[in-house]
T-cell receptor
């Protein structure tokens, strides 16, 4: 497809794991990113993964990359209420040039007690 | 001030008004960006400035006019906007390099009446 695709909503219970999925467009994308947007704030880079990696772990965050399927996921372990936010995946398509981040629609994560 | 700041945070304007959005980055970056964030749509890249030169204009209507007087400041001049231009306008900056980690400001919430 031509768009970076994400499901719009995810609801989890506090303490459970959250998995946010993304399908990106360009198998030549070098870096893939996860950004977090809290209410009333701009986007904050959470983590990124280089395309020659399958997995990257950073504390409670695990990023999995399946290049064959152009699928990226973000797993948040022990999800807390402070993790409630919108999560965007993004890529820099090879054809877009070095500066052009292409974002998905964002997945709104709601953490319930 | 640290990071990326944007003013005003909220703006209501009529369709015949002229206003400007301001962005300032205190990170020593050499690239700056304007994005439009509308509900349930992917972030739309509007303009990219690299070393104060505009390198990307993503088919944005001429009623939006960017200005980058130096590497720390970016403006978006608005005139004769339409109600569908109501959105959150995000500014970002980055330092050149392969990772292209973009730092975002909190955004200006624009309402066109």
């Amino acid at each position: 497809g031509e768009d970076v695709e994400q499901s719009l909503f995810l609801s989890v219970r506090e303490g459970d794991s959250s998995v946010i999925n993304c399908t990106y467009t360009d198998s030549s994308s070098t870096y893939l990113y996860w950004y977090k947007q809290e209410p009333g704030a701009g986007l904050q880079l959470l983590t990124y993964i280089f395309s020659n990696m399958d997995m990257k772990q950073d504390q409670r965050l695990t990023v999995l990359l399946n290049k064959k399927d152009k699928h990226l996921s973000l797993r948040i372990a022990d999800t807390q209420t402070g993790d409630s936010a919108i999560y965007f995946c993004a890529e820099i398509p090879f054809t877009g040039g070095g500066n052009k981040l292409t974002f998905g629609t964002g997945t709104q994560l709601k953490v319930e007690l | 001030e640290t990071g990326v700041t944007q003013t005003p945070r909220h703006l209501v304007m009529g369709m015949t008004n002229k206003k400007s959005l301001k962005c300032e980055q205190h990170l020593g970056h050499n690239a700056m960006y304007w994005y439009k964030q509308s509900a349930k749509k992917p972030l739309e890249l509007m303009f990219v400035y690299s070393l104060e030169e505009r390198v990307e204009n993503n088919s944005v209507p001429s009623r939006f006019s960017p200005e980058c007087p130096n590497s720390s400041h970016l403006f978006l001049h608005l005139h004769t906007l339409q109600p569908e231009d109501s959105a959150l306008y995000l500014c970002a900056s980055s330092q050149g390099g392969s990772v292209n980690e973009q730092y975002f400001g909190p955004g200006t919430r624009l309402t066109v009446t």
